[in-house]
């Protein structure tokens, strides 16, 4: 059973900073590729982030790049997302997911393991 948990969401002001962190049990963490998505109602979930099993590649959504740093350290089982210049449209809830194949996961279809979900919510 893989647990994916998130944390680190909250209410911050328009050019604020929010650090979100995640983790995946089940394997040593290194076996995962990890990925951001974020959905507010009536939307379908899209994708944020995402960072290879190593850390040494990395993945965008255009809305987020230059404001937003995904990263991992595997000695501490935990993935980051690091969100910076906060916009009212950034607003949603944030997801982590976890899956086992290689490479970079960026549809929502590629990732077998959810987290809860965190709420980020960005006042104007």
């Known amino acids: 059973q893989v647990q994916v948990v998130e944390s680190g969401g909250g209410l911050v002001q328009a050019g604020g900073s929010l650090r979100l962190s995640c983790g995946a049990s089940g394997r040593p963490f290194s076996a995962y590729r990890m990925g951001w998505f974020r959905q507010v109602p009536g939307k379908e979930r899209e994708f944020v982030a995402a960072?290879?099993?190593?850390?040494?590649?990395?993945y965008y959504t255009d809305s987020v790049k230059g404001r937003f740093t995904i990263s991992r350290d595997n000695a501490k089982n935990t993935v980051y997302l690091q969100m910076n210049n906060l916009k009212p449209e950034d607003t949603a809830v944030y997801y982590c997911?976890?899956?086992?194949?290689?490479?970079?996961?960026?549809?929502?279809?590629?990732?077998?393991?959810w987290g809860q979900g965190t709420q980020v919510t960005v006042s104007s």
């Open positions: 960072i290879n099993r190593s850390g040494g590649s990395t």
């Open positions: 997911a976890a899956d086992r194949n290689t490479g970079i996961g960026t549809s929502v279809k590629e990732y077998d393991y």
